[in-house]
Every structure is written in C-alpha cells, then in structure tokens.
C-alpha cells in the first residue's frame, strides 16, 4: 500500500437521482445475482494476466517495473482474487476460479509465501499479508484447487510476519509492532502502520479458527494490544494511519482509512466467534465498537463515503479506489460469524448497494460503475476498482442464500474435491466429531454445494481453546 497522509476532508455528499442501467430488483436474489454476473464480467474484461506474455495474478505492472504502466500495485492483484473468490461463494459462478486460481498460485512466489522476487523493491507487510488473507479465505470457502494447500500459504506469510513482530519487540522501537515495509532499504522502513499489524491480526484469528490452536489467538491479542498501547487504535475504535520510528511512533498520522477499521472489526468478529468467557466478551465490545465507528465514520448516509480521500477531487490514490468493496465484503462476514451484528450492518449494505449501482451507467455498454457514490450516478471514468466495489456491494446481498454455506476448517476442508466440477465444492460435516467425510454435494440452486454448517464443529474448537 502506497497512501501518504491525508488529511480529513469535509463530507460533502448528496445523493441524486439517475436511473440505473443495471435494472436490479433488491427484493429478488435472482435479480442481484444477474446483475452480479454483468458487473463480475466488466470488471474480469479489465484483467490481463491470463493472456500469453503477460503476468498472472497481477492488475498491471508497478511503477518501479521497467516498462510498468504504473496504474495498480502489486497487493491489489489479492483484492481481485478476493473479491471473485467472494462471487463464486455468494452466486456459484465458477467462470472465473480458473483465472483465479492460477493468479494466487503464480503470485505465492518460489517460496510459498507470498514474497516474489519482482517486488521486492515495494515489499510491505501489509502487502504480503493480503496476499495471504486471499488464500486464507481460498481455504475457509473450500475454494477449488488441483495442486496448492491454501491454508499452508497462510500459515508460510503468517510465520514470516511474526518473526519480524518478534524482532521488533527485541528492539524495543514504539514498543514492538510490525513496521510498513519489509526490506531495511525500502521507503517506509521507518514507518509502522495500523494495517500492516491488522492483516496479521485477521491471520492469527482464522488460522486459529482453521486449525483449533490457540496459538493464534494468542498472537491476535498480543498484535491487538500492541495498537492500542502505542494509540493506533483508539478507545472510541478510532483506526489511525501509523507513526515513524525515529520519534518511538508518537507522531500518530490521524488520516483514518475505512480498511484499517475493516480488517480490525472482522478480525475481532472471528476472534468473538471462537473464544468463550471474559475474552469473548471483550471481543464482542470491540466488535460492537467498531461496529459503530466504522458506520459512523464510513457510512454516514447510507453507503460507503472514503472519508479522508473523497471529495477532494482526484484525491483518492489508485490503491484506495480498492477499499469499499473490501469494506463492504469485511462487513458481511462480520455478520457471517458475529450474528448479533446484523441487523445493522445489513441495513447499511442494502442502502449501500443501491448507492453502488446507480452509478453503473457508464461505458460503450451504458452499465459500468463509478467510484464515487455519493454523487449518485455515474461521473468520472469505468475503471477496474469501481467495478470491483460495486461487485461486492452486490454479492453481500446474498447472504441467505449461502446461509447453509460456512467458513470450512482445517477438519472439513475438502476443495480438491471441488475441483472436478459437478460433485460440489465442500465436504459434509454431519456433526461427527471432524471426521473428513468427501460427501456429494446436494447441489444448492445456485449450483454450489449446500454444507451443513460447522457449528457443532466450531463448539468443539471453542472448547478446546479455553
Ligand atoms: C480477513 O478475513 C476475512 C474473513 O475470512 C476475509 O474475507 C477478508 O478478506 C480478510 N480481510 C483482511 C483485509 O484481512
Ligand atoms: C482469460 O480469462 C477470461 C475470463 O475467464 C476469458 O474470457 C478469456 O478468454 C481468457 N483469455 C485467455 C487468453 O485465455
Ligand atoms: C516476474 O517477472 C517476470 C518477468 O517480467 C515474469 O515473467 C514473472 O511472471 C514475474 N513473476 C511474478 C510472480 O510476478
Ligand atoms: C518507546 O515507546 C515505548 C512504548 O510505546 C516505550 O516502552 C519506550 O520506553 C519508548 N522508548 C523511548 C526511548 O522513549
Ligand atoms: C488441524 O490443525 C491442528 C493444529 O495445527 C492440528 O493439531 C490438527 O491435527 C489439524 N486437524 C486436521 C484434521 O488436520
Ligand atoms: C500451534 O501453532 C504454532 C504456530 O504455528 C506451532 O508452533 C505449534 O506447534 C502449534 N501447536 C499444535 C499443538 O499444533
Ligand atoms: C453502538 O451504537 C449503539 C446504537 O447507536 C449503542 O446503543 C451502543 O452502546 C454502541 N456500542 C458501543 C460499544 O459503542
Ligand atoms: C459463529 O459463527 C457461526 C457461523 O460460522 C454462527 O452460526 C454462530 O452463531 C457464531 N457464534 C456466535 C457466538 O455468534
Ligand atoms: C460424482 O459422484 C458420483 C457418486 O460418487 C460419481 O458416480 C460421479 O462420477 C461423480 N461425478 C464427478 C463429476 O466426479
């Protein structure tokens, strides 16, 4: 990630009328998922890595790239497999998991963890960390795959990232906490940055999640501690930018950016899910907290507002064109696994959708969507983020329909299975204990496997992490 500091800019949005070229009916999820399925195909037309000399995984090719047109950074190529990973779970279009696919594998780099030679020279944590959250979710949906162990990609970056949490502990520079980037000689050593701890903190709550070893826990508390000791996470749940090491992080940049609160809240939404007691009720505050604040400063009137970027013209820089969608999709899966939030998050996304798709009239096809949704119809220019936010503003809709669906674990995971197409994409967890089973999938309506879900499983892990 590549922001500088901002300052908070005025909210200035009004919402007009415009009439949507998108013709979706909110009450009907055949509806929402057709209109998906237009939007998903605008936004792949934006995606070249499957063709021949070019790479796969990536949106372009970097600034400091000979040749790179420097339009997107590395990271965001894990934005687009994250968010079409979500469009298979929520509507069972598999058109795209080949691309998908062959994009994380090319991406995990000689090594499996997510550290490829070419980007080095821009190598974050934060950056690697999102890589490895992609093949974290890959696992948890039992994402098809021939050949990789998704969850062993997450568990190779999430290694390397507390190694380096370690090392800064021993140093004692603001008291710990991972820094921005990786390499020494990189712009941005110096800096230590909200997201980069919050990636590893989403990482620590799932593989805890997935394998049942509390480990993991351990070290999202230990990551969550730290950003609020050192005032990056304030008590009002305030997410703030980072701080420089030379002044032992005490000049906090206050900018607030809607994905550090993001990541923060749904990790705390995994974290409430698999803890018990005191500890769950302390992740529940934080969950309900950032609950409040990420609507509060986000979604002022209804739909997603880029706070610190929007509304200063061109301000917004390309890597945070990507954060709404991302946003959006955190918010839903905090509903997946912390069910008391739900009423209010799902008013806000159904408000926010709308928002998205009246801005989708623009391109040679009269369909494509705009960043912007406050100005309530298309303005600007079609580009690949703004397709891609307005795909998960819608797919989030479709929570009931997979409400059968749910995050699989080390014990249930199955996605080899998946892979041959026709027998579904999951195994069967009947509630026995965690034994693997490689049941058929009752194919569901929208062409996915229907799973029992794993709460009896998840019980199990709950006790035996306490
Ligand atoms: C964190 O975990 C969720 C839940 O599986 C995943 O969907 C999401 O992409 C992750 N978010 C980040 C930015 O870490
Ligand atoms: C790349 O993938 C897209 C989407 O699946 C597909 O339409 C296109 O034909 C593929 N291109 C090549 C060269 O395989
Ligand atoms: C690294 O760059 C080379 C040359 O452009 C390219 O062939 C290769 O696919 C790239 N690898 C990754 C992981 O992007
Ligand atoms: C730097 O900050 C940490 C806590 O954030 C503190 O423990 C440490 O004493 C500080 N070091 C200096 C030199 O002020
Ligand atoms: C899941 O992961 C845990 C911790 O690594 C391990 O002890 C357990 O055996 C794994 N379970 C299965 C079914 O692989
Ligand atoms: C739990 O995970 C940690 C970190 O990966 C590992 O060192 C430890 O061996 C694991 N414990 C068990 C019981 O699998
Ligand atoms: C969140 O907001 C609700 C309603 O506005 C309020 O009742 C609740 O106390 C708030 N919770 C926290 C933890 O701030
Ligand atoms: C944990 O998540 C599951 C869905 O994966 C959900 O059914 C369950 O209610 C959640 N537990 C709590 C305590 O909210
Ligand atoms: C699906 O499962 C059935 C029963 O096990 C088997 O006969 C069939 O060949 C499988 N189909 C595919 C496409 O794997």
């Known amino acids: 990630m590549k922001q500088g ?85 929520y509507t069972g279009d598999d058109s795209y998991n080949a691309i998908v696919s062959q994009g994380l594998a090319h991406q995990a780099g000689p090594n499996r963890d997510y550290m490829p030679p070419n980007y080095t020279h821009s190598l974050s944590n934060d950056d690697q960390g999102f890589w490895g959250v992609a093949a974290m979710q890959a696992a948890e949906l039992d994402f098809p795959t021939s050949s990789l162990d998704w969850s062993n990609l997450a568990q190779n970056v999430w290694s390397w990232q507390v190694s380096r949490f370690k ?37 620590s709550a799932r593989l805890g999640r997935w394998t049942g070893n509390s480990t993991y826990v351990e070290w999202a508390e230990r990551a969550w501690t730290w950003l609020t000791d050192v005032g990056f996470l304030t008590e009002d749940f305030r997410a703030l930018d980072g701080a420089h090491v030379e002044l032992n992080c005490t000049d906090i940049n206050k900018a607030e950016f809607s994905y550090n609160a993001g990541v923060l809240l749904q990790s705390a939404a995994f974290l409430y899910n698999q803890t018990t007691g005191d500890v769950q009720t302390r992740w529940r505050e934080r969950v309900a907290g950032l609950t409040n604040a990420t609507l509060a400063r986000f979604f002022e009137d209804g739909y997603h507002f880029e706070l610190s970027c929007e509304g200063r013209d061109g301000a917004c820089s390309s890597d945070m ?144 992490l306490l």
């Open 167 to 203: 090392q800064e502990e021993t140093k004692e520079i603001c008291g710990g906490g991972l820094r921005w980037q990786v390499p020494p000689s990189n712009a941005g050593y110096n800096y230590k940055n909200t997201v980069s701890n919050a990636v590893l903190i989403n990482l």
């Open 321 to 464: 064109l990507f954060f709404k969608g991302m946003v959006t999709r955190f918010l839903a899966s905090t509903v997946q696994v912390a069910p008391f939030t739900k009423d209010r998050i799902n008013e806000v996304l159904k408000t926010n959708a709308e928002a998205a798709v009246k801005t989708c009239t623009g391109g040679d096809n009269k369909r494509q969507c705009s960043f912007s949704w406050a100005k309530g119809k298309f303005h600007d220019s079609t580009d690949l983020p703004s397709q891609l936010n307005a795909l998960s503003a819608l797919t989030v809709l479709l929570q009931d329909e997979v409400s059968q669906k749910s995050f699989a674990t080390n014990a249930t995971s199955n996605p080899g299975g998946g892979s041959e197409g026709g027998n579904g994409s999951g195994s069967n967890n009947q509630g026995n204990g965690g034994q693997d089973q490689n049941g058929n999938g009752n194919g569901g309506s929208a062409g996915t496997t229907t799973r029992v879900t794993v709460g009896v499983l998840l019980a199990g892990l709950v006790a035996a």
């Open 5 to 89: 500091a901002f300052s908070v800019a005025v909210l200035s949005g009004v919402v007009g009328i415009a009439s949507a070229a998108l013709d979706v009916d909110f009450g009907s999820a055949d509806s929402i998922r057709l209109a998906a399925k237009d939007v998903a195909f605008d936004a792949v037309s934006y995606y070249k890595g499957n063709e021949t000399g070019e790479t796969p995984g990536v949106l372009g090719y970097e600034p400091l790239i000979p040749g790179g047109n420097g339009e997107y950074w590395w990271w965001t190529g894990s934005v687009f497999a994250s968010t079409l990973i979500d469009y298979w779970f």
